[in-house]
């Protein structure tokens, strides 16, 4: 069991996309429950759909008339609108009731700990982004984060999937692997604080910095 959603980094350069973002789910239909929006305090309708896992819990346990802190993965199909798998739940207070048969399905698992058991110390709308910057516009305050993900279990390789955000990183740390902790302002993921982690390794096993014998290896996401 996890205290937190997010799991730490383990490796220093450990690609990841994942976030927290409080809302109502509403699906399509009855009939179409894994694809609908989630609708924020705001109003914003985000685009999402449900991972398979989370269908059970939702269905048992969840009312779902009022809001949630839902574990999303964030997808950006275009430059002004976000797209969210929901891959689980944040919310303490509601799974210690569950049945563990169901909280063991959910990526965001949780215990209850004291005070806000429901609250995180980042607050909502929350995301961590690790990958490989290919592209910055300082000027334009616009710049896109590549994320490569791991094998599926049947030997599928996902493509990687870039992620377009809102901020300022100078051109010279293009091609590094970043570290971006961000927060979602509507349909937008704004960054608010950077980490510059390595050159990325070249074909011929150098950076742009020259040769990193001996330098850890990227590692793809689990989403």
């Not at 449900?50 to 999303?72: C, E, I, N, Q």
């Not at 997808?75 to 048969?101: F, K, M, N, V, Y």
């Amino acid at each position: 069991m996890r205290d937190h959603p997010i799991s730490p980094v383990t490796e220093p350069l450990q690609y990841r996309a994942i976030g927290v973002v409080r809302g109502i789910y509403r699906p399509e239909s009855d009939d179409q429950l894994t694809r609908g929006v989630l609708i924020d305090s705001d109003g914003n309708e985000l685009e999402a759909v449900v991972l398979g896992r989370m269908l059970t819990l939702m269905r048992r346990h969840l009312d779902m008339s009022t809001p949630h802190l839902w574990v999303v993965y964030p997808r950006c199909r275009e430059s002004d609108q976000l797209h969210l798998q929901i891959a689980g739940i944040w919310e303490p207070s509601t799974l210690a009731t569950a049945e563990a048969s169901d909280t063991e399905s959910v990526d965001a698992e949780a215990s209850e700990t004291q005070g806000s058991p429901d609250q995180l110390p980042e607050g909502d709308d929350f995301f961590s982004i690790r990958g490989e910057l290919i592209f910055t516009k300082p000027e334009a305050n616009e710049l896109v984060v590549k994320v490569r993900q791991l094998p599926r279990a049947d030997g599928f390789r996902p493509l990687p999937f870039k992620v377009q955000l809102t901020g300022e990183l100078p051109l010279e740390h293009l091609r590094h692997f970043v570290s971006l902790d961000v927060r979602r302002q509507g349909q937008i993921l704004s960054v608010e604080s950077v980490e510059v982690i390595a050159p990325m390794p070249t074909r011929g096993g150098k950076g742009r910095e020259g040769s990193r014998k001996g330098g850890a290896r990227p590692r793809p996401a689990k989403t």
